[in-house]
């Protein structure tokens, strides 16, 4: 068993509501050398909170995230775990991490697509 950090991905349509849809998972597997976003965002849930919620922009920004993680840009010269740790920060914005927690697997792959069941789909 390896130990893994993870936090949902969350967008907030209206940030000044406070209200959240949890939209993907940020998982890193330090000894694993593994990072990964994943996103499972659903359009409907986001306009229950606001009607008029820009879903294309905030799966942009979404996208974003995930390309932040694949190391392009600027994080290409930068550590999975320093991605992972600029991913988690805490940030006011439509799109934004959050807390971190961590967990025991014994594949992470297979554990970001658990939480993904369990808490964003």
Same mark, same amino acid.
């Given at each position: 068993?390896?130990?893994?950090?993870?936090?949902?991905?969350?967008?907030?349509?209206? $940030?000044e509501?406070?209200?959240? $849809?949890?939209?993907? $998972?940020?998982?890193? !597997?330090?000894? =694993? =050398?593994?990072?990964?976003?994943?996103? &499972? &965002?659903?359009?409907?849930?986001?306009? @229950?909170?606001?009607?008029? @919620?820009?879903?294309?922009?905030?799966?942009?920004?979404?996208?974003?995230?995930?390309?932040? !993680?694949?190391?392009? /840009? %600027? @994080?290409?010269?930068?550590?999975? /775990?320093?991605?992972?740790?600029?991913?988690?920060?805490p940030?006011?914005?439509?799109?934004?991490? /959050? %807390?971190?927690?961590?967990?025991?697997?014994?594949?992470p792959? &297979?554990? $970001?697509?658990?939480?993904?069941? &369990?808490?964003?789909?």
């Amino acid at each position: 068993m390896r130990t893994y950090e993870y936090a949902l991905l969350r967008a907030s349509p209206r $940030v000044e509501r406070g209200e959240f $849809v949890n939209i993907g $998972v940020v998982l890193y !597997c330090q000894a =694993d =050398d593994f990072l990964t976003v994943r996103l &499972a &965002a659903d359009g409907g849930r986001l306009r @229950a909170l606001d009607g008029d @919620a820009d879903v294309d922009g905030i799966l942009a920004a979404a996208g974003a995230l995930e390309r932040t !993680c694949a190391g392009e /840009g %600027p @994080a290409r010269e930068t550590s999975l /775990g320093q991605r992972f740790r600029w991913l988690t920060a805490p940030r006011s914005t439509v799109v934004h991490a /959050g %807390p971190v927690h961590s967990g025991l697997t014994a594949d992470p792959e &297979a554990e $970001v697509e658990r939480l993904l069941d &369990a808490m964003v789909r």
